[in-house]
């Protein structure tokens, strides 16, 4: 599996000779013109996640691309022929399995309604399963191996990105993926939704969540890519 990280929540799936964009929104124009997708993944509304005036371009050029959506997405983004799903769904993109979980955005302040949330398990045989939980950390799927970690955000702070890491250690234990909880947190995470944060900010989260959690923190800045493989047990 190879992940590159397009800025922000902006994240480029390569697995099982699929290629799947995820949460292409307006603070990064590093995933302007990508082509050969099979399928672009939308987690919530927000604009840093879809680019209303750029994403419809996108998938012009994606004429073949699966489009997924939480259900209120239409009401920020005019994305012809897209499938608005709930979670608790199984899709197929080629031999991916894509699992969605969540269902609402974390909140950010009591009076700012929350828009729906769907977060992203990605799993293909033989290659390591990928989550992108959008904005939210409130739910942990069994077995994630890489995660595209949400480092800052106005609706979250380390604590809960520590305990969210936790907690997917604690799924894969009561799955019995894991033999404890410890060893079933996510071996590597890549931070995303960080444009809010300086490079010392991101250096210093990075630090501190690593150390707390035992996570594995893989930086891709700038549009860099890394394969991955299934983590022997």
Not at 28 to 36: A, D, P, Q, R, V
Not at 53 to 71: C, G
Not at 212 to 230: K, M, N, P, Q, Y
Request: proline share 7%; with cysteine.
């Amino acid at each position: 599996m190879r992940i590159t990280h397009l800025g922000h929540a902006c994240v480029l799936v390569e697995a099982a000779g699929q290629r799947i964009l995820i949460d292409p929104g307006n603070f990064s124009g590093l995933w302007h013109g990508t082509t050969e997708l099979d399928a672009v993944l939308i987690t919530h509304q927000h604009p840093d996640h879809v680019d209303p005036e750029h994403v419809p371009a996108l998938l012009e050029q994606n004429p073949q691309a699966l489009v997924v959506t939480a259900d209120d997405v239409d009401q920020t983004a005019e994305l012809p022929g897209a499938r608005t799903v709930s979670p608790g769904e199984v899709l197929s993109v080629g031999e991916v399995a894509v699992e969605t979980v969540g269902g609402d955005h974390a909140v950010i302040h009591e009076d700012i309604p929350r828009v729906h949330n769907i977060g992203y398990v990605l799993r293909a045989e033989g290659e390591p399963v990928f989550f992108h939980p959008g904005d939210a950390l409130d739910t942990a799927p069994a077995g994630v191996e890489v995660l595209a970690l949400p480092l800052m955000g106005p609706w979250a702070a380390m604590k809960e990105q520590v305990e969210f890491l936790r907690a997917l250690g604690d799924a894969a234990a009561e799955a019995g993926t894991a033999e404890d909880s410890q060893a079933g947190v996510p071996p590597y995470s890549i931070p995303i939704h960080d444009e809010l944060l300086s490079d010392r900010g991101r250096g210093l989260l990075n630090r501190q969540i690593g150390r707390l959690t035992g996570t594995e923190i893989v930086s891709l800045r700038e549009g860099a890519s890394r394969d991955f493989a299934v983590v022997d047990s």
